[in-house]
């Protein structure tokens, strides 16, 4: 099973216009803050937080339970001006983990609700150790430095990117499976119960749509840590033999 946390910042939307709009850029720092604080805490027990939206993160959090969570509230209540709720979901894909998630805390209040503050909404955690398992598939875009970097302006190298994603997540999103941007040309999909051929046709799928060669290391464990280091060395074995394997899984390290 793998398990998710939706953090949302409580009634974000009307804090940022109150009592005026507040400088974009310090709401870009705080956003940014946050999700390097969040990520920091997380980490520290072998999750793994995406920045998704800054406003509203996913992590992947086998390994945390409803104490680790409720400390990472009250610190950022502690250093914040503002606070943050979680909703928490376990699952056998990610996709249904952070359904879960998201429902237990829209079932506590709406984000912009200011009678909502800081809850922790749990709707299942993992509770037996031996159930926790997360497969992290970390996906790359071949030769992103000689054909796009070097070449297209940043932007246009940027848009090409974000496409990329955008088909990868839509192909994903069907087999259950995220997909989110971890910066530069690369991107991780926790992605339990995805095979291995249903990952190869689509990046071969996306190959042929819209000419982006794609690779993915794939990476299996009882964490997300550790499923995603084993991607990573999938994905150096990938190079290693010159970007010829479309995937390579690793289980052990
Ligand atoms: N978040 C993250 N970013 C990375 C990682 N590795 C590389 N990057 C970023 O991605 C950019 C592209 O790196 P590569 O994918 O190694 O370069 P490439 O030209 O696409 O070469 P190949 O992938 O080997 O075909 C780098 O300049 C970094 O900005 C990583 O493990 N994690
Ligand atoms: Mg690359």
Redo the contacts with the bound molecule.
Sequence with gaps: MIQMTLIQIDNYGPWTVTPRPRTESDLQILQAELFADVQRQIAAKKGLVFFTRFDNLLAVTNGLNEEDHMRIQRSIRNRYPITISMGVGAAETAHEAQRLATIALQKEGGAQSSGRKEILAINNLIENPEDSFVQAA?I???????TL?DIESAFDTSFMVNKAQHYLMTKLREKGALLFF?????FMSPCNGLSEEDLTNILKEIDEEIGIGL?AGIGRADNMEDAAYMA?IGLEII?EGN?KEWIHVIEEL
């Design positions: 970390h790359d875009i071949n030769s992103v430095t000689e970097t971890i910066g530069g040309d690369n690779k990573d190079r970007n």
